[in-house]
C-alpha cells in the first residue's frame, strides 16, 4: 500500500524559506490517476488545502498563498516537495502531504504530518 | 472560495450513542464531499467520499448522505476507537475547502 513522509527543518526563521519533502512508497507518482497535494493544519486549528502538483508537471495553488508558495516533483525519487517564501509566524503548522484522487478530488492516504515552527 | 459549515463543533457521547455531524456548503457542491476523522496527533484519516460511499475498510457504522449544500455523517453506535475530530471538505472547486471539525468526547 502507499506509504507517505514528509520530512524538513522542524525550526524556520521568520522571513526564510520551508522547504519540505514528501517520500512516497508503494506507489509511483508518475500516476496519472493521482495528484499529490500539501494540507497544513496550525496547532489547535483546521485544516488548509495548499495545493497540488500532478505528473505532468501542473500545479494548482491556494489563492492565499499562490504568491509565496510551490510545489514540484522529482519522479526518479519518488517525492514531492513544498517550499513556502518569506514566513511568518502564522506559518507554524503540521505539514501533511496527501495523495489526492484525480476526478473527485478526495484525499486518501495522508503522511504522518511534520511540525514546522517559524520562529526567530 | 466555498465555505463549510460544521456543527456542532463539539459534543458529548456515550458509546453506543447515535451521533450526527452537520456540514453544509456556501454555494451547491453537488456531491462533492468527503469526510475525514482525525485522532489527536495522527493524520486525517478518508471515511466518505462523494459525500456517500464509504472508503474501503471503514466501519459500516460510518455513514454520509445530502447533496447540494447539505450534508451529515452519522455513527449509527459510537464505539470507543470513534471518539475523535472530524472534518467535512469540499471537492467540488479549487481551493478545496475544510470544514472547522466537530471534536466528539466521551460524556
Known amino acids: 500500500q502507499v506509504q507517505l513522509l514528509e520530512s524538513g527543518p522542524g525550526l524556520v526563521k521568520p522571513s526564510e524559506t520551508l522547504s519540505l519533502t514528501c517520500s512516497v512508497s508503494?506507489?509511483?507518482?508518475?500516476?496519472?490517476?493521482?495528484?499529490w497535494s500539501w494540507i497544513r493544519q496550525p496547532p489547535g486549528e483546521g485544516l488548509e488545502w495548499i495545493g497540488y502538483v500532478y505528473y505532468t508537471g501542473r500545479t494548482i495553488y491556494n489563492p492565499s498563498l499562490k504568491s509565496r508558495v510551490s510545489i514540484s516533483m522529482d519522479t526518479s525519487k519518488n517525492q514531492l516537495s513544498l517550499n513556502l517564501r518569506s514566513v511568518t509566524a502564522a506559518d507554524t503548522a503540521v505539514y501533511f502531504c496527501?495523495?489526492?484522487?484525480?476526478?473527485?478530488?478526495?484525499?486518501?492516504?495522508w503522511g504522518q504530518g511534520t511540525l514546522v515552527t517559524v520562529s526567530s | 472560495d466555498i465555505q463549510m459549515t460544521q456543527s456542532p463543533s463539539s459534543l458529548s457521547a456515550s458509546v453506543g450513542d447515535r451521533v450526527t455531524i452537520t456540514c453544509r456548503a456556501s454555494q451547491s457542491i453537488s456531491d462533492y464531499l468527503n469526510w475525514y476523522q482525525q485522532k489527536p496527533g495522527k493524520a486525517p484519516k478518508l471515511l466518505i467520499y462523494a459525500a456517500s460511499t464509504l472508503q474501503r475498510g471503514v466501519p459500516s457504522r460510518f455513514s454520509g448522505s445530502g447533496s447540494g449544500t447539505d450534508f451529515t455523517l452519522t455513527v449509527s453506535s459510537l464505539q470507543p476507537e470513534d471518539f475523535a475530530s472530524y472534518y467535512c471538505?469540499?471537492?467540488?472547486?479549487?481551493?478545496?475547502?475544510f470544514g472547522g471539525g466537530t471534536k466528539v468526547e466521551i460524556k
Open positions: 471538505q469540499q471537492s467540488y472547486a479549487t481551493p478545496f475547502t
Open positions: 496527501a495523495r489526492e484522487e484525480a476526478t473527485r478530488d478526495w484525499f486518501d492516504p
Open positions: 508503494g506507489g509511483s507518482v508518475s500516476s496519472n490517476t493521482f495528484y
